[in-house]
């Protein structure tokens, strides 16, 4: 019998077909991360090509509209931009920001989280207190001062520029006490029982024995911490952008395409914001119903017939 065969007759198959929730939820975001990465073969137009935007087009309702056009499915926005194409590769710099500083916050947590709880002592205590620093400060707040010294002190033309990489540093390095925190928790359960030691009588270093043997033991509660940040993560984006300290307006995340309609929405021109925020609401929620449905799953404690 194959793995993959063997993988879809598991327990943990059986009990995802059983919950609705969980399967709609999969659908959801399945669907939307495939339109996101496939955004230059979905998306009617290039909102990044100036060429194919007309300003004279700007703020045209939806389709469904009476002064909806054929043309723009979603209407446009307030630079002429087509709204399904704007938000496809909108949701895709979202995805790529919250995808990529979980990955940062993942690397940055489980390293120290594996070196606190299995060394302790003097290291545990020092990064445990830095964790404790780092959590009395909202992941917003330490985002907006650092993002606002750097348009400061290097202007804003350059970070337009470096602004995906500026977000994934600052969000990945605000929350990486989330990671940190659950692994020593794990590896303090983890590092007295025997197969540990047998690994340190062997001679085993112990860079070995946390990477090799303690760490895969920890990745349960990784993987679930890590489906909820990716959400928290796009979150904290879509509010930097909503402050105009995300993405610039001709790299248009999710945040900033809200940011931007949001002073048109009392004029009538409802779907500039409208339409972005339910697709961010479907996303985030759909990403944390995932998140609890694993963290159900992978705790039998949890999980409930």
């Given amino acids: 019998?194959?793995?993959?065969?063997?993988?879809?007759?598991?327990?943990?198959?059986?009990?995802?077909?059983r919950d609705k929730v969980a399967?709609?939820?999969?659908?959801?975001?399945?669907?939307?991360?495939?339109?996101?990465?496939?955004?230059?073969?979905?998306?009617?137009?290039?909102?990044?090509d100036l060429t194919t935007i007309d300003i004279m087009d700007s703020e045209i309702p939806p389709i469904w509209t009476e002064e909806g056009e054929d043309r723009f499915l979603l209407g446009t926005d307030p630079q002429g931009r087509d709204?399904?194409?704007?938000?496809?590769?909108?949701?895709?710099?979202?995805?790529?920001?919250?995808?990529?500083?979980?990955?940062?916050?993942a690397?940055?947590?489980?390293?120290?989280?594996?070196?606190?709880?299995?060394?302790?002592?003097?290291?545990?205590a020092f990064f445990m207190r830095l964790a404790d620093i780092?959590?009395?400060?909202?992941?917003?707040?330490?985002?907006?001062?650092?993002?606002?010294?750097?348009?400061?002190?290097?202007?804003?033309?350059?970070?337009?520029d470096l602004a995906i990489i500026m977000l994934v540093l600052v969000i990945g390095i605000a929350e990486w006490p989330q990671y940190a925190r659950t692994v020593r928790a794990s590896v303090l359960?983890?590092?007295?029982?025997?197969?540990?030691?047998?690994?340190?009588?062997?001679?085993?270093?112990r860079r070995r024995i946390m990477v090799r043997h303690i760490l895969p033991n920890t990745l349960s509660p990784i993987l679930v911490i890590s489906t909820i940040q990716v959400a928290n993560a796009i979150i904290s984006e879509a509010a930097l952008s909503f402050l105009g300290l995300g993405m610039p307006v001709n790299k248009p995340s999710l945040g900033s395409l809200i940011s931007s309609g949001f002073e048109f929405?009392?004029?009538?021109?409802?779907?500039?914001?409208?339409?972005?925020?339910?697709?961010?609401?479907?996303?985030?929620?759909?990403?944390?119903?995932?998140?609890?449905?694993?963290?159900?799953?992978?705790?039998?404690?949890l999980y409930k017939d």
């Fill in 1 to 17: 019998m194959s793995a993959f065969t063997t993988f879809f007759q598991s327990d943990f198959v059986f009990r995802f077909k």
């Fill in 83 to 105: 709204m399904l194409s704007t938000i496809l590769y909108g949701m895709r710099i979202s995805l790529t920001i919250g995808f990529f500083a979980v990955l940062l916050q």
């Fill in 134 to 160: 780092q959590l009395s400060l909202s992941t917003l707040m330490v985002a907006i001062i650092a993002l606002a010294v750097f348009q400061a002190g290097f202007g804003a033309e350059l970070y337009s």
């Fill in 189 to 205: 359960a983890e590092k007295h029982k025997e197969y540990v030691d047998a690994a340190r009588v062997i001679g085993m270093s």
């Fill in 23 to 48: 399967v709609i939820s999969l659908i959801v975001v399945v669907v939307l991360v495939l339109s996101a990465l496939f955004a230059p073969l979905i998306a009617p137009t290039n909102p990044y």
């Fill in 107 to 124: 690397f940055l947590g489980v390293s120290i989280g594996l070196l606190s709880g299995y060394i302790g002592g003097r290291v545990d």
């Fill in 265 to 301: 929405i009392f004029s009538g021109s409802w779907w500039i914001t409208v339409i972005p925020s339910i697709v961010l609401v479907a996303l985030i929620l759909s990403i944390n119903l995932l998140g609890d449905w694993l963290r159900d799953v992978l705790n039998p404690k």
